[in-house]
């Protein structure tokens, strides 16, 4: 059985304010279209096609990575004439799956099982029982319970409004039908809109059952359509995501106070995860892994028995095992702490490795650098990488010592066991175990009194 998506995304999404299409707008660091294109992926054998409109050339472009066909529907003149423009995509033998780019939460699980009930004389039709279905077209059924046809909201008379089963939009068929049902549909409504819905009625004069399933969970066929509710479903997505997490093993301090804007390539087990932390993009997280409160950590690598102290930001970057990191640390892409290193507060590390053992304890800039193990970086040092044109490198060898407020104008080498004394600012290569310093002498004034109010 072949497939063929169309995902309808041409409505303009005026009651989001913005200059964004809506479907751009994000859910867990995704944009909405992105989640339903992911979704219908994992179906087997599946073509996806998207009807835009409505800056279509600005979704086109922030998705050019989506494998899908793009179908411009230059009017938005209803559902029904969205997927006509689709309509030389669909051969005879497919069958058409039709979803709504900005419903993010629909299940690949719940789309089988709609996909099941697809033959060559019935129709797959998703429902929705709400306590308030305003808005949504009504599903109407006969004396038998069998669906007859779906009244929108606005076409619906007063005994129609009461039905609390609405259409989700969402449907499959066979290719053939639906062309030719296409065909025959036309714009005589409050709306003068071509209705996707209006195939419902053809399908059942041509002796097709209309076979029903609904969703686990309504959340699942929400669509967005303003900002509370995209934040409403952000909320859902989250929980269900703390609530995965959980199931794997992690602890969370607060299931409601965390944000997975991502995907976890490894997670080992014992993590604990205090409040307000966010995870962005691929990260790989392994055993006995403490996360402070407040922390950002995007696209790293975290290894064994590591802590993290809160307010961290970890971005792009390797922490090694039983290392220390934070509070109020940053590492910026390309850090990458080997064995046992400790980072403390105040200390940026961009594009630098540091060997087992290190420490960079306080107040610290470490720039495209390469520090050796067992070094110590006193407090407020700083490398100079760079001259406001190019990045130059800073070594540090094994064993060094590196006195507070120290300026290491690069490019340099520190040797093996080097001690630098506090305060200095080296322009030159400091030498092995031996001490370098530059300082101006301390001297004391003796005749020198403190100025008096005239
Ligand atoms: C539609 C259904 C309604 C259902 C509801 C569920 C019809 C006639 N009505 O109503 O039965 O209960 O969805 O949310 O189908 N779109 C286009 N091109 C268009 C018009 C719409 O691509 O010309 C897209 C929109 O971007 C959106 C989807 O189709 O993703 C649904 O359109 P919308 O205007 O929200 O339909 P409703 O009136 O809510
Ligand atoms: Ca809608």
Known sequence: MSIKTIILAAGQGSRMRSKLPKVLHHIAGKSLLEHVCHTSLQLKDNTIFVVYGHGGEQVKGQLPMLKVGWIKQAEQLGTGHAVQQAESEINDEDTVLILYGDVPLLKQKTIENLLTNVSETSLALLTVTLEDPTGYGRIVRNENQHVIKIVEQKDA??????????????????????????????NNNTQNEYYLTDVIEMAVADGMEIKTSQPDSADEVLGINNRQQL???ERVYQLEAANNLMVEGVTLRDPNRLDIRGTFTKL????EVDVNV???GDNSISSNVIIGANTLIRNSVIEENVEILPNSIIDNAVVGKG???GPFARLRPQAELAEDVHIGNFVEIKKSSIAMGSKVNHLSYIG???????VNIGAGTITCNYDGINKFQTVIEDGAFIGSNTQLVAPITVGKNATIGAGSTLTKNAEENKLTLTRAK???IQSWQRPTKN
Do not use: M
């Not at 499959?172 to 296409?182: H, I, S």
């Not at 080992?268 to 993590?271: C, H, N, Q, S, V």
């Open 157 to 186: 008379n007063f005994e129609e409004q009461k039905i609390c089963e609405g259409n989700t939009g969402i449907l499959a068929t066979q290719g053939k039908n639906l062309k030719n049902w296409l065909s025959r549909l036309g």
């Open 231 to 233: 934040s409403y479903l």
């Open 268 to 271: 080992g087990e014992d993590i």
């Open 278 to 280: 966010i995870f962005e």
């Open 323 to 325: 290392s220390r990191v």
């Open 368 to 374: 495209d650098s390469i520090i050796g193990a067992g």
């Open 442 to 444: 301390q001297t004391t």
